[in-house]
């Protein structure tokens, strides 16, 4: 497979793998409707980054590390969760005026590293593109050191346009909503948001009573 076809079907799985509507899809739907799109485009921008790192373990064959990460899974679950939790909690209990006020929010670096961090949450991710890579052809025997490079900056590209186009789409939705919209969205969101933290903690600890 020619390098541009390894760069093109990546692309299309870094976009795929992005797509379904999870945690941190609410919480960068989220942050665009509270705070814009900018805040929004750094959000998806960390998620992207760390689709793409874990992505990198998969493609370049770093099974030693793939299997540190899946097996400490439990422990990064109850954490993730319990930072889901806060950020959730925090969205679903702002006041009017909290809201408005988007001064207080964190920086484009604070959204861009927290969304980043809460994404490589789940190391489950790597298993997940390493599956893909090996049905598409796209594992680092099949096209060596240039082919995996190529399949991550893909996989990169592929998640940054998927949640360009999220944040896009949400984004054109908060210009036309009213403050009371955007409110009620902020807490029902935030309220998703912490409950499915809620589940990843209760998972991470069932996994550590199962050993």
Same mark, same amino acid.
């Given at each position: 497979?020619?390098?541009?076809?390894?760069?093109?079907?990546?692309?299309?799985?870094?976009?795929?793998?992005?797509?379904?509507?999870?945690?941190?899809?609410?919480?960068?739907?989220?942050?665009?409707?509270?705070?814009? #799109?900018?805040?929004?485009?750094?959000?998806?921008?960390?998620?992207?980054?760390?689709?793409?790192?874990?992505?990198?373990?998969?493609?370049?064959?770093?099974?030693?590390?793939?299997?540190?990460?899946?097996?400490?899974?439990?422990?990064? #679950?109850?954490?993730?969760?319990?930072?889901?939790?806060?950020?959730?909690?925090?969205?679903?209990?702002?006041?009017?005026? /909290?809201?408005?006020?988007?001064?207080?929010?964190?920086?484009?670096?604070?959204?861009?590293?927290?969304?980043?961090?809460?994404?490589?949450?789940?190391?489950?991710?790597?298993?997940?593109?390493?599956?893909?890579?090996?049905?598409?052809?796209?594992?680092?025997?099949?096209?060596?050191?240039?082919?995996?490079?190529?399949?991550?900056?893909?996989?990169?590209?592929?998640?940054?346009?998927?949640?360009?186009?999220?944040?896009?789409?949400?984004?054109?939705?908060?210009?036309?909503?009213? /403050?009371?919209?955007?409110?009620?969205?902020?807490?029902?969101?935030?309220?998703?948001?912490?409950?499915?933290?809620?589940?990843?903690?209760?998972?991470?600890?069932?996994?550590?009573?199962? #050993?």
């Amino acid at each position: 497979m020619s390098g541009l076809g390894v760069l093109l079907r990546a692309i299309g799985i870094g976009f795929v793998v992005a797509a379904p509507v999870g945690p941190i899809a609410l919480l960068c739907m989220q942050r665009t409707l509270g705070h814009g #799109r900018a805040r929004g485009y750094a959000t998806g921008a960390g998620i992207a980054t760390a689709d793409a790192l874990y992505a990198s373990i998969a493609a370049f064959g770093l099974t030693a590390l793939s299997t540190l990460l899946v097996g400490a899974q439990s422990w990064v #679950r109850l954490i993730g969760g319990a930072a889901l939790i806060w950020l959730g909690l925090r969205s679903a209990l702002a006041r009017r005026r /909290e809201r408005a006020q988007d001064v207080a929010a964190p920086t484009l670096l604070g959204q861009y590293a927290s969304a980043a961090g809460l994404t490589l949450a789940n190391p489950q991710t790597i298993l997940t593109f390493a599956a893909i890579f090996a049905g598409a052809g796209l594992a680092l025997a099949g096209g060596g050191w240039t082919g995996a490079a190529a399949t991550v900056a893909g996989v990169f590209v592929g998640s940054l346009s998927w949640w360009a186009l999220v944040v896009t789409t949400v984004g054109a939705l908060r210009t036309l909503a009213g /403050e009371r919209f955007l409110i009620w969205a902020g807490r029902v969101s935030g309220a998703a948001i912490a409950l499915l933290g809620v589940v990843a903690m209760l998972t991470g600890a069932a996994r550590l009573i199962g #050993r």
